[in-house]
């Protein structure tokens, strides 16, 4: 059975210590949560070390990195290393969110790359897809999405693939306050797990995670979650504060 998860993305906020009481907020008062579901909080770098540290206090909050690089090891200033991840516990790496490929170049080859190195290592992508607001308006999102699929992860041997978790994450819903309604959600979803049964077969397509990200909030958690086709969400800003985040991490726990 497909997992059903409630990932928290940081982005680039916290301090150390706001980050610090953050993480032990959630991880002490996450409660309820079924055997097939998960809590993830993906943190700045410099949160993760002591993030992991204190999940372990529930074994159902897990900690994720928002990126990493592809390169075992060298010369490339400022990244961080997937094995430097592995060497402190971290299990799960964000990849291809939309802003590290408008704002860093990160091309579905690229993330083609990552995806392959991450698995190798034995750790698991939330491989981040979705359209500009232009292409949804073009009418082409359902293709757009499908082409990112195909590019960013498609190349990966069956096992692997068994690993990922998607997220779609419609960019004109992202820090807008403007959400994708259950219905177009749901639409998109069904899309990728028709994509995942093209490409692999129906049984993979039934047990990837799809979660939903764009302006996810305690409001419309419930309807998005409800979705037959929507395994839970990846949360920005609402992730950031425990009285936003776990009010969406019950509502995940009442679909389980
Ligand atoms: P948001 O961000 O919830 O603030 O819209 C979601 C994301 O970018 O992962």
Redesign the pocket.
């Known amino acids: 059975m497909r997992k059903k998860i409630a990932a928290g993305?940081w982005?680039m906020n916290l301090s150390y210590n706001e980050g610090m009481e953050l993480a032990e907020a959630i991880t002490n008062q996450a409660k309820d949560i079924a055997d097939n579901q998960l809590v993830i909080l993906g943190t700045p770098y410099i949160h993760l070390k002591e993030a992991v540290d204190k999940s372990e206090a529930n074994p159902k909050v897990k900690i994720a990195a928002q990126n990493c690089h592809q390169a075992e090891k060298g010369a490339f200033t400022g990244e961080i290393s997937i094995p430097m991840l592995q060497s402190i516990g971290i299990e799960y790496v964000i990849l291809g969110?939309?802003?590290r490929r408008e704002y860093f170049h990160e091309t579905n080859e690229i993330l083609a790359e990552k995806a392959k190195a991450v698995l190798a290592a034995g750790m698991t992508p939330i491989f981040?897809c979705g359209e500009s607001l232009e292409v949804r308006e073009e009418g082409w999102h359902a293709k757009y999405v499908r082409n990112q699929l195909e590019r960013g992860l498609f190349h990966l041997s069956q096992e692997d693939f068994n690993k990922v978790i998607i997220?779609y994450?419609p960019i004109w819903?992202?820090?807008?306050g403007v959400t994708a309604s259950p219905q177009q959600a749901q639409d998109m979803h069904k899309e990728i797990r028709l994509a995942i049964e093209n490409r692999y077969d129906a049984n993979t397509a039934e047990n990837t995670s799809v979660l939903y990200?764009?302006?996810?909030?305690p409001s419309n958690a419930d309807e998005l979650f409800s979705q037959a086709d929507v395994d839970g969400g990846?949360?920005?800003?609402?992730?950031l504060k425990p009285e936003l985040f776990l009010p969406i991490i019950s509502s995940l726990a009442s679909y389980s």
């Open positions: 993305n982005k969110h939309s802003e981040c997220a994450e819903a992202i820090g807008t990200g764009g302006s996810v909030k990846l949360v920005g800003g609402a992730s």
